[in-house]
T-cell receptor, first 114, second 113 residues
């Protein structure tokens, strides 16, 4: 199993540009989580899906952030327009559910907005 | 909603000493408490976890204890080694939250040779 896959691994963009982060969960996992990690705010849960349905997006900081999960093997997190304060490492994690709680994290995407 | 507080924020020990990190949670219905280790530039990885029906769990040099009444849980690392140096995060999973985790702020552990 390849584990959770995220792309790109690094993204540098200018303020105002649209950014799309991608995640492929572990096959068979039915819950997917998006986190943002910064020194100031730690590891924040942004949104999570269960069986491709968004369950709780209360962690999404602003309307500039949106996430989708069109099928069980793919999710995107989009920021439009991006701002310098969005610079962070964004992690995607998945879990199989069914009483098994361990979340498996992807390698993360380091986003820098200049 | 659930809130998790973690202390200390930094911890420095000599190789061979023990290290203890403590967390408290607010939601008495939370039922799963994992600990993740994150090395510099890497992803968080689960090192040990405990469920609410268990008071203590041990895996070689690491152990976790849970006090449900007081709503706190702790990570204990014995005989620390330089490779234990990392940031450690505790988390709690609220009941009915589809396995979502609320993380503490993290503890940066430095083990000096």
């Amino acid at each position: 199993d390849a584990g959770v896959i995220q792309s790109p691994r690094h993204e540098v963009t200018e303020m105002g540009q649209e950014v799309t982060l991608r995640c492929k969960p572990i096959s068979g996992h039915n819950s997917l989580f998006w986190y943002r990690q910064t020194m100031m705010r730690g590891l924040e849960l942004l949104i999570y899906f269960n069986n491709n349905v968004p369950i709780d997006d209360s962690g999404m900081p602003e309307d500039r952030f949106s996430a989708k999960m069109p099928n069980a093997s793919f999710s995107t997190l989009k920021i439009q327009p991006s701002e310098p304060r969005d610079s962070a490492v964004y992690f995607c994690a998945s879990t199989s559910g069914q009483g098994l709680y361990e979340q498996y994290f992807g390698p993360g995407t380091r986003l820098t907005v200049t | 909603g659930e809130n998790v507080e973690q202390h200390p924020s930094t911890l420095s020990v000599q190789e061979g000493d023990s290290a203890v990190i403590k967390c408290t949670y607010s939601d008495s219905a939370s039922n799963y408490f994992p600990w993740y280790k994150q090395e510099l530039g890497k992803r968080p990885q689960l090192i040990i976890d405990i469920r609410s029906n268990v008071g203590e769990k041990k895996d070689q040099r690491i152990a976790v204890t849970l006090n449900k009444t007081a709503k706190h849980f702790s990570l204990h690392i014995t005989e620390t080694q330089p490779e234990d140096s990392a940031v450690y995060f505790c988390a709690a999973s609220p009941l009915g939250g589809y396995n979502k985790l609320i993380f503490g702020a993290g503890t940066r552990l430095a083990v000096h040779p």
